[in-house]
């Protein structure tokens, strides 16, 4: 009891503000009043608000914070196979509706192909987007806290974004263009009164082999590496690691390691994708084992697992010279982009405002979801949330039939459309199992993806003088494989009209976490399947007191208090957040095409636009293939 009440655990704090939609306490604010724990303890709450999903904060998103409950049972009722039973014929059920287009899927991917595909038709052919998530957007979420009377908006995963220049004849800037999304961006000025320091705009850059050279990073050493006793120290490269406890080879390696960038061409991109990083790193270039242990977590993180399953190609390509300006993202992340797009596809959908210019930005990243209005009969694009696909093929089994069939599931009501096309935006894992007549080949490509998990928290404080005494933005650890995540920062905010959050060391701010979940020493499947288990296995209430008790071993020498400090935790868990690319997996084996070419072919009318067809989930390979399948569909007359 002593060491839960000393991790702010029994607090008076309202950790999780709202039960079953009603307010807890005299007020929203963070802060303002105790939480019934025993509710979330006894499995309390609808809607999310349970033991494993927990606090998911105020506000549109309240209730979609990364995989919750709801969604991954959803979900693992088809991977369980409770639905092969269905078939197409009579006894599947009725056809309830009829559609032009299907999109299986309302992340990016899914809102740009709709997007794509009401521009190629005027917006005269009906489209359903089928969402399973409580809030359109897929990865491209955020989060909100209200501490202190202060909004604060952090990003569910899906982040940083390179503003396209104007006229460049990208893809992204002719969505830029096509929307009025501004290029320049204004953010939260530093009171020349305070010591100064350097922030991120986004949470990557601070990560080593990324930008941090240009973020005041704070480093934490202990025995496990080498040091006497646990320390901080700042900005370790600026001196060449010299205040690190490694030794001189290792602190010479590491250098040679962060100015061996993967920007230069020099390393031959095909090469590199027949070994695994950890053997380009010892073997190659003859690095000792710690040199992979300190570059492990960025690539466990975006590559899904450790150095030793994943493509070198990969891990070279993290390594970085450091980018010439700090990478932006807005406050949540790409959700901006996702309610851009969704605005274009339903003008209400965010409710009424200016369309475009500033006033425009501060409509789309303020306005409220008016759910109402995403699913209305008439529109041409509807959205119809918290709807799981669980079966789709064409009509009789025959890609020449002219239809596809498409069967969701809905507070565990079964449902059937029928549609003359389907485009599958959904995540891989999801359409192996529920595209009934794959062909062989596109499921033998599948057969050969492997997804990991991530986990993103934000955690919201009421302070961070405990930093600042650091003189840093950001922190680092040396992972030993039992610690939570790697590194943490605050962003410096981004200023969008009516969201103005403060900056400042004594007022409320969000330290942002991302976590990968590897496993070294064994194959690629089996540390996404162990690090998935970890993920699924663990309770918000273990993870709360995880984090609680990890801030609290490293930070209290600098006056941090858990139980003052911490307002609020939500947790963001992503069951196949990375395309893992063990070597091969890009370029293809033994002359044989790779499996992301097979399955970006799709077959008879159904077309596939996973982001991940290019080796990562990113906000740009879900624009190139949305827009790539709308047009496939576009060219069969759809």
């Excluded at 070994?275 to 977590?297: C, D, I, N, S």
């Amino acid at each position: 009891m002593a060491d839960t009440d000393r991790l702010g655990l029994t607090a008076p704090i309202t950790r999780r503000d709202m039960l079953n939609g009603v307010l807890l306490g005299s007020g929203a604010a963070l802060g303002a009043a105790a939480c019934p724990a025993h509710a979330l303890a006894a499995g309390q709450g609808a809607d999310g608000l349970d033991p494993f999903t927990g606090y998911g904060g105020v506000g549109d998103y309240a209730l979609s914070n990364g995989n919750t409950a709801a969604v991954m049972n959803a979900a693992h009722r088809v991977r369980d196979g409770a639905y092969q039973a269905l078939g197409d014929g009579p006894a599947a059920g009725p056809v309830d509706e009829d559609y032009d287009l299907v999109i299986v899927g309302g992340g990016l991917s899914g809102l740009m192909a709709a997007y794509e595909y009401a521009k190629g038709t005027g917006g005269r052919r009906r489209c359903l987007i089928l969402e399973n998530h409580p809030v359109f957007g897929g990865a491209a979420k955020q989060n909100e806290f209200l501490v202190n009377g202060v909004r604060l908006i952090g990003p569910q995963a899906s982040n940083d974004f390179l503003p396209p220049e104007p006229g460049s004849g990208t893809q992204v800037d002719q969505v830029f263009a096509e929307l009025d999304i501004p290029r320049t961006y204004t953010f939260k000025d530093w009171d020349p009164k305070l010591t100064p320091l350097r922030f991120a705009l986004d949470n990557y850059d601070n990560m080593d082999g990324m930008a941090e050279g240009t973020v005041d990073v704070a480093y934490h050493f202990d025995p496990s590496t080498g040091a006497k006793q646990p320390y901080w120290v700042r900005n370790i490269w600026e001196d060449a690691l010299a205040r690190t406890p490694y030794g001189a080879d290792v602190r010479r390696q590491l250098l040679q390691w962060r100015a061996t960038t993967g920007e230069t061409g020099d390393e031959d991109p095909r090469l590199l994708d027949t070994m695994t990083y950890k053997h380009y790193l010892e073997q190659v270039k003859g690095y000792a084992p710690a040199v992979t242990r300190f570059a492990q977590p960025v690539v466990g993180l975006l590559g899904g697992v450790g150095a030793d399953a994943v493509s070198a190609r990969v891990g070279h390509h993290y390594v970085t010279e450091g980018r010439g300006k700090p990478t932006p993202s807005f406050p949540g992340g790409n959700s901006m982009l996702s309610r851009y797009l969704t605005r274009a596809l339903i003008p209400d959908a965010l409710g009424a405002g200016p369309t475009g210019g500033q006033a425009g930005f501060n409509a789309v990243a303020n306005g409220r979801v008016r759910f109402d209005a995403l699913d209305r009969q008439g529109q041409p694009t509807r959205i119809r949330l918290r709807a799981t696909a669980v079966r789709v093929e064409h009509q009789n089994r025959d890609a020449n039939s002219g239809a596809v069939l498409v069967t969701y599931e809905r507070d565990r009501d079964l449902k059937r459309v029928r549609a003359k096309a389907v485009i599958m935006a959904s995540g891989g894992w999801v359409t192996r199992r529920v595209v009934a007549d794959l062909p062989d080949d596109i499921r033998a490509a599948y057969a050969q993806f492997i997804h990991a998990p991530a986990l993103v928290a934000n955690v919201a404080l009421t302070n961070w003088r405990f930093l600042y005494r650091l003189g840093a933005t950001a922190a680092r650890w040396i992972d030993d494989g039992t610690m939570f995540g790697f590194c943490a920062n605050i962003r410096r905010p981004m200023v969008v009209g009516d969201y103005d959050p403060p900056l400042h060391p004594d007022r409320p701010t969000l330290l942002t976490f991302y976590m990968g979940l590897y496993t070294p020493g064994h194959d690629a499947a089996t540390q996404a399947s162990l690090g998935r288990g970890r993920l699924l296995a663990t309770s918000y209430a273990d993870y709360e007191r995880i984090i609680r008790s990890q801030m609290a071993d490293m930070f209290t020498g600098s006056g941090f208090d858990p139980r003052r400090d911490i307002a609020g935790i939500i947790l963001n868990r992503w069951g196949h957040a990375r395309v893992v690319q063990p070597p091969g997996f890009y370029y293809g084996v033994d002359g044989r095409p790779s499996p992301r070419e097979v399955v970006a072919k799709g077959f008879g009318r159904i077309a596939i636009a996973h982001a991940e067809l290019n080796g990562a989930q990113n906000y740009t390979g879900a624009f190139q293939h949305g827009k790539r399948a709308a047009q496939q569909i576009l060219a069969l007359g759809v």
